[in-house]
């Protein structure tokens, strides 16, 4: 089983940054893609960003691409989100997983971003 700790949320002024991580424990995640999601009050979880097991590709979905980055340290067991000039839309709550998510890792409590204008 793989346990998902995410953290480095936090509020932060339209056009700000943010980088966000995901400290994966019970197993090692380097042979797994890694994908962050988000949810906003209100609306389904959604996909943002993912990452190969390689690290040799990546992707995102067309509402942060260009303002995101996803990366791993394999070393760490770790995955990161690069935030880059935030909007309010991008207020929600983060979550990583395996992506896709699978039976052998549990959804961790997320990490609250938000986004002021």
């Known amino acids: 089983q793989v346990q998902l700790v995410e953290s480095g949320g936090g509020l932060v002024q339209a056009g700000g940054s943010l980088r966000l991580s995901c400290a994966a424990s019970?197993?090692?995640?380097?042979?797994?893609?890694m994908g962050w999601f988000r949810q906003a009050p209100g609306k389904e979880r959604e996909f943002v960003a993912a990452?190969?097991?390689?690290?040799?590709?990546?992707y995102y979905s067309d509402s942060v691409k260009g303002r995101f980055t996803i990366s791993r340290d394999d070393a760490k067991n770790t995955a990161y989100l690069q935030m880059n000039s935030l909007k309010p839309e991008d207020t929600a709550v983060y979550y990583c997983n395996l992506y896709p998510p699978t039976r052998i890792s549990h959804w961790g409590q997320g990490t609250q971003v938000t986004v002021s204008s």
């Open positions: 990452i190969t097991w390689t690290g040799g590709n990546t």
């Open positions: 019970g197993r090692t995640v380097s042979s797994y893609a």
